[in-house]
């Protein structure tokens, strides 16, 4: 029974630290291995400092007891070292005091080797912060278009902010009970060596904390996972409000936004107070029983050492290395505390590190060099995740090389998820898409993204300068370049008139730039880019007819000669279109040039009729 009790506990501790976050940590450990080298060597010299300063008070204070000092200097903390030759010819007063200034000696060398492990310690935790952080982003951003989507901004904000601080006090509080371990380790060698029997008062202190400890750690670590979500929540609450500002005040809802806050608010402060009232309770018990430790000492030794010549000396070393090693005992019992407190916000560490239940977006591949003939469809279905019915059904058509396809039906047809499947946001659930023949899914996604421009009714801007916006889709872009692209997307007359041009930041989503100046600098940015494949994606739906005049005549010059697929709203703006599809509901209703359809008089027809008056 007791055999496979303790193979479940190495099991379950073997698997713990195998984690993915611990394999992130391990793996910068061994990146960092002279700075774990130094703080493990500083921190075993200052353990054995502080065990041979108690060894000299010791011997110091037997000195004053004992006229022949020669069974002193016997001692093999002096007789096999180089003390003997320097302290044999001293006399008991000099002997006293230059014991007492070794002991100072490797109290203040102890210090400078902690110092040196702490430095040690806080570089390393300052690599292991940077990397991590830096570890969760890398990790967020590699997710799959559906898969990240699945998440809260607030909650992924969330994860890169307490990735590092998680990280940090897990390495610092591991640093801690090292040193602190060590140390007690060398107290506990020191009472041994002094009285073995008044040693088991020590031990029972052990047993009584780690029986405190066994009762109070799960309940502390439940409650710490419990905080940790609560403190998610808030997190995500209170970015998402803040994203929303504009909802919120347009609907007038302030107040609810506050009490939902306050609701979660509440809760926080239950949890905190729950865990206080444990988590503090740990350290006043300890002190409890130190002091019954202290009193039942001076009794006990009274009884086992008084024919003993060196009874005073003894129990005043004993009681000192009692002292410290009870403060380095509570000292472990409140780092056990801190880890178990970190264990809730650790967990979700794990969550976002996790990938078995997460897909990533694919980075090998064939290389797409070039489209040479066409893109064609091939009875694609899309089902998105926790939907009924599938958004796209049997859909199959083609995008012939240098033609514009036009696709057009009312909202919720499919169109936007047509050019999500085409940019590689998304897989088909069923189907294919043949680039040339080749599925797509053969292609590495970076080359194949790499020759598509989009342009859509929402478009995104950095808060960065307009400079950095464009050239966003290629960074090695001269200024020059911009320049032009700019004004072949009618957007350089209004960068110009920007109080610092091109150098401009357009705060947060670009809020201080219009509708049609962002359309204007996302097709600038599609320019720039120059791709061989263009998506439209509904690019004018929101725009004013003066701005989308300008963004319809770049389009008419920029689309020349190349592969165009356009999501329009307005028909007017794909009457040249070579191939026009309508939808309706995931499915192909018809199809056809715009007089070819209109001849027909179906869907198209009445979609124009619809818009003609």
Not at 343 to 367: H, M, N, V
Not at 382 to 391: G, M
Not at 569 to 592: P, Q
Request: net charge neutral; aromatic share 8%.
């Amino acid at each position: 029974m007791f055999k496979q009790k303790l193979k479940q506990i190495i099991h379950n501790f073997s698997d713990q630290y195998q984690s993915p976050a611990y394999k992130v940590i391990w793996a910068t450990i061994n990146h960092n291995r002279l700075l774990i080298a130094i703080n493990i060597n500083a921190n075993l010299l200052s353990a054995a400092s502080e065990g041979s300063t108690f060894g000299l008070i010791y011997l110091a204070l037997n000195v004053l007891q004992l006229q022949n000092t020669e069974n002193i200097l016997n001692n093999p903390l002096i007789k096999n070292t180089f003390l003997y030759p320097i302290l044999q010819p001293l006399d008991q007063g000099q002997l006293f005091i230059s014991l007492i200034v070794l002991a100072v000696f490797m109290q203040f060398l102890r210090n400078g080797l902690e110092y040196s492990g702490a430095i040690a310690s806080d570089y390393l935790g300052a690599q292991i912060q940077a990397q991590m952080t830096e570890r969760i982003f890398r990790q967020i951003i590699s997710f799959s278009f559906p898969c990240a989507s699945g998440y809260k901004v607030g909650d992924l904000t969330n994860y890169v902010n307490q990735a590092s601080i998680t990280v940090m006090n897990q390495v610092k509080y591991w640093n801690s009970l090292a040193i602190i371990g060590m140390t007690a380790v060398a107290h506990g060698l020191v009472l041994i060596g002094l009285a073995p029997s008044l040693s088991l008062i020590t031990t029972i202190i052990c047993l009584v904390l780690i029986i405190i400890q066994k009762k109070l750690l799960p309940k502390i670590r439940i409650i710490a996972q419990t905080l940790a979500k609560v403190q998610a929540d808030i997190s995500k609450q209170v970015v998402e409000n803040i994203q929303a500002l504009r909802v919120i005040h347009t609907f007038g809802s302030q107040k609810r936004a506050i009490t939902e806050i306050h609701k979660l608010e509440i809760e926080f402060v239950k949890q905190l107070k729950h865990q206080s009232l444990l988590v503090e309770l740990v350290q006043p018990l300890g002190r409890s029983i130190t002091l019954i430790c202290i009193a039942s000492i001076l009794i006990f030794g009274f009884i086992f050492l008084k024919n003993s010549t060196a009874i005073l000396p003894t129990l005043i070393t004993f009681l000192a290395v009692l002292n410290r090693l009870a403060t380095h005992l509570n000292g472990i019992a409140n780092m056990t505390n801190r880890l178990a407190e970190n264990s809730g916000r650790f967990a979700r560490l794990e969550e976002i590190l996790s990938t078995e239940d997460k897909q990533f977006t694919p980075t090998d591949g064939k290389i797409f060099n070039g489209l040479h003939k066409e893109i064609k469809l091939e009875k694609v279905y899309l089902q998105y995740l926790n939907t009924p019915e599938p958004t796209l059904t049997n859909l199959s058509f083609k995008l012939e090389k240098g033609k514009i396809t036009a696709l057009i039906g009312g909202s919720g047809a499919g169109k936007s998820s047509i050019a999500d499947l085409l940019i590689g946001l998304y897989q088909p659930t069923k189907g294919f898409i043949l680039i040339d023949g080749v599925d797509l899914s053969e292609y590495s996604l970076e080359s194949w993204r790499k020759n598509l421009g989009v342009v859509s009714q929402d478009t995104f801007i950095f808060n960065q300068s307009i400079l950095d916006n464009i050239r966003y889709g290629l960074p090695e872009a001269s200024k020059e370049q911009v320049i032009q692209a700019s004004m072949a997307a009618y957007a350089d007359e209004f960068i110009q008139d920007l109080p610092e041009g091109y150098e401009t930041v357009v705060g947060e989503r670009g809020y201080r730039l219009s509708g049609g100046q962002r359309q204007r600098l996302a097709l600038a940015r599609a320019i720039l880019k120059q791709p061989e494949i263009l998506i439209l994606d509904e690019a004018t739906s929101a725009l004013d007819s003066h701005s989308e005049r300008l963004v319809q005549d770049a389009l008419a010059e920029f689309q020349r000669h190349r592969t165009v697929l356009v999501i329009a709203h307005r028909l007017s703006t794909i009457v040249n279109a070579d191939l026009i599809i309508v939808l309706e509901k995931g499915k192909i209703v018809d199809s056809g040039s715009h007089q070819e359809l209109l001849n027909k008089g179906g869907q198209y027809a009445q979609y124009w009729e619809l818009q003609s008056h």
